[in-house]
């Protein structure tokens, strides 16, 4: 069954940098691949998702790659500010449900430091 | 505010009773899934309900179950409570079932066993 892996598990970086979290999937036939942000004791809510038919996609400072090659995708957050303080879980569809529901990564606590 | 609503928002019980935390999707989703969090984990995937039926399900405990109803609401039943199920539990719903649709997460429920 699909396998998502995360990296780092945290992250600090001093405001104004940027911060790339990397996720890597196992089954080749996954094509969609979404990014939730989970503030401090909130719900988890979708930042950015990005399909298999593009490499990239951009949303203000959000962007997120994908290479289907090495079965891989990033989150890139530029000019990081203190409310990007949160966890941050990528995410994959399960295929042993027939694409049914996610398998979400472990997620990477990112601390943007002022 | 995502539309999805769950009660209650806290819940206080002892070990071996039973709970049942509710779960309102947001109009017109058809589908609505479960996951628990443990304290400084990931989203765990429970089960998952399409219009009434069972779709798909993930790690879920034999001592754990759910239902979908016809007015689209669903109910997870949480019964002979051991510590180790102190956790968030979260339902989200999205329009069509599958990996490949936006989840919308409620609040959670906040589950303490003592």
Redesign the interface.
């Known amino acids: 069954g699909e396998n998502v892996e995360q990296h780092p598990s945290t992250l600090s970086v001093q405001e104004g940098d940027s911060a790339v979290i990397k996720c890597t999937y196992s089954d080749s036939a996954s094509?969609?691949f979404?990014w939730?942000k989970q503030e401090l004791g909130?719900?988890?809510?979708?930042i950015i998702?990005i399909r298999s038919n593009v490499g990239e996609k951009k949303d203000q400072r959000i962007a997120v790659t994908l290479n289907k090659t090495a079965k891989h995708f990033s989150l890139h957050i530029t000019e990081t500010q203190p409310e990007d303080s949160a966890v941050y879980?990528c995410?994959?569809?399960?295929l042993d449900?027939?694409?049914?529901?996610?398998?979400?990564?472990?997620?990477t606590r990112l601390s943007v430091l002022p | 505010d995502s539309g999805v609503t769950q009660t209650p928002k806290h819940l206080i019980t002892a070990t071996g009773q039973r709970v049942t935390l509710r779960c309102s999707p947001r109009s017109g989703d058809l589908s609505v899934y479960w996951y628990q969090q443990s304290l400084d984990q990931g989203l765990q995937f429970l089960i998952q309900y399409y219009n009434g039926e069972e779709r798909a399900k993930g790690n879920i405990l034999e001592r754990f179950s759910a239902q979908q109803f016809p007015d689209l609401h669903s109910e997870l039943n949480l019964s002979s409570l051991e510590l180790g199920d102190s956790a968030l539990y979260f339902c989200a719903s999205s329009v069509r079932p599958g990996g490949y649709n936006e989840q919308f997460f409620g609040p959670g429920t906040r589950l303490t066993v003592l």
């Open positions: 094509n969609y979404p939730y909130k719900r988890p809510q979708l998702d879980f995410a994959a569809p399960s449900n027939y694409g049914q529901n996610f398998v979400f990564g472990p997620g």
